[in-house]
């Protein structure tokens, strides 16, 4: 059984850092894409960054410059370092891999999903 599990957020100040990991189990998804989105109160779940296995990566354009998503193959894991944080940016943030190896855009490409963890950026 495959599962993804996200840690990390929690409570910060405007213009702090935070850095969320996603711990994956039951199968590798060394070769595949993985994503990290989001879903703010009253909005719909939006990408925020997207990797492939080769390290290729596409952001939303509002969290290009702050945000870094990264992945250790070897562990089985993808990181999402996010800095200078805005209010905006609050949200529930999950994790995604897709079963497929391209550079996906859209939540329906992705095939397995975390619980979500809470981040919440104060003004």
């Known amino acids: 059984q495959v599962q993804l599990v996200e840690s990390g957020g929690g409570l910060v100040q405007a213009g702090g850092s935070l850095r969320l990991s996603c711990a994956v189990s039951g199968r590798t998804f060394s070769r595949n894409a993985m994503g990290w989105f989001r879903q703010g109160p009253g909005k719909e779940r939006e990408l925020v960054a997207t990797?492939?296995?080769?390290?290729?990566?596409n952001y939303v354009d509002s969290v290009k410059g702050r945000f870094t998503i990264s992945r250790d193959n070897a562990k089985n894991t993808v990181y999402l370092q996010m800095t200078s944080l805005k209010p905006e940016d609050t949200a529930v943030y999950y994790c995604a891999a897709s079963s497929g190896y391209g550079l996906y855009l859209r939540s329906y490409e992705y095939d397995y999903w975390g619980q979500g963890t809470q981040v919440t950026v104060s003004s």
């Open positions: 990797i492939t296995s080769g390290g290729r990566t």
